[in-house]
């Protein structure tokens, strides 16, 4: 297993992007809108890190948004802070793959209080359908 370092390039105020399917959005009726639920923050049940999109080196490569939800349909794109996942006691990484150099990770024990508090202060990029 990879160990992960906080990376120190990628500011605080930097978006992270992250892909929400369908059955991660709710309804909820005190806000009037669709919202993540907290299960859109966890890790991968295989024990990877949450994956995340930095959203300066998708618009960098020319990309945008649309570029971010290809091959995933019905998709939302949520967004959360560098800065928000460090006071949530979360490193944040790059770790580019061959077909997107925007991959990172978020890496850290996600609690329910820490994947509630994001799921909260999420901002959606791109909201569902």
Known sequence: MNQYED???IADHAELW????PQWFVLDRNL????PTSQAFQDHPNGTPMSVLLADVVRESGRGTTAALVGH???ALAA???GLCRQCSQKVARDPKPDEPAHGVVVGKKSDAVRRRLAREAQWVVPPG
Request: glycine share 12%; proline share 12%; aromatic share 6%.
């Open 7 to 9: 990376d120190p390039t």
């Open 73 to 75: 349909k019905g998709f």
């Open 18 to 21: 992250r892909r929400i399917p």
């Open 80 to 82: 959360i802070t560098a």
């Open 32 to 35: 009037g809108s669709m919202r």
